[in-house]
């Protein structure tokens, strides 16, 4: 593959736009795993996607949703080593980190030592990333929730993963302990919203 083609499937488009936030999220992901690694990723992009993620991105910005898709695309052509489903999770986890974390533009929403207060802010963390789609918290006791998106947007099964990570890796941040989230429905395989069923101690 020549450095100015994608590793993405060419033409793919999800509507939609994203905060720069995730994009520097991803950014920042990919600069830990070494400027080696993270090079060969940008250079496997289009020309244009170059241009874009080489220039200023700014964290209150809007980015097409497409150029995410097409850069975590690519990212787990080159970096998977046969395990797309732990790097999806690990840039979930990543992004939680990075914009949760003491440092983070999201840090004001963490509410340490009560992880279903945080889940209950996740629509409006949502709605303030996303420009199509929204997502639902419903509470099932104390230390369970579901978290739910819904929209009629193109979906990619693989954003689902990184969903389960940000979940834990936020809620393990708010003080939750043997967090575990499971995706119980999916808009991938037909279903009418993709669900995750969060439960920690």
């Not at 992880?115 to 929204?134: C, E, I, N, T």
Request: proline share 3%; hydrophobic share 35%; charged share 25%.
């Amino acid at each position: 593959m020549s450095d100015s083609s994608s590793a993405s499937t060419p033409g793919t488009r999800i509507a939609g736009k994203v905060k720069g936030t995730l994009l520097l999220a991803r950014l920042k992901y990919l600069e830990a795993q070494g400027p080696e690694k993270s090079g060969r990723v940008v250079r496997h992009l289009s020309k244009a996607d170059q241009e874009s993620l080489r220039g200023i991105v700014l964290q209150s910005g809007w980015y097409p949703a497409d150029l995410l898709l097409r850069l975590e695309m690519t990212a787990a052509a080159i970096l998977a080593s046969g395990d797309r489903t732990r790097l999806f999770l690990d840039m979930g986890r990543f992004s939680a980190a990075t914009n949760l974390g003491p440092t983070g533009v999201q840090r004001a929403f963490v509410r340490e030592g009560d992880p279903q207060r945080f889940l209950a802010d996740v629509p409006r963390m949502y709605a303030s990333q996303h420009s199509s789609g929204h997502r639902a918290h419903e509470p099932k006791g104390e230390r369970a929730a579901l978290v739910r998106t819904l929209g009629d947007e193109e979906l990619a099964a693989e954003d689902c993963l990184t969903t389960i990570g940000w979940l834990q890796h936020a809620i393990e941040i708010c003080g939750g302990k043997s967090v575990s989230v499971v995706e119980t429905r999916c808009r991938a395989r037909k279903a009418d919203c993709c669900e995750f069923r969060c439960e920690w101690l």
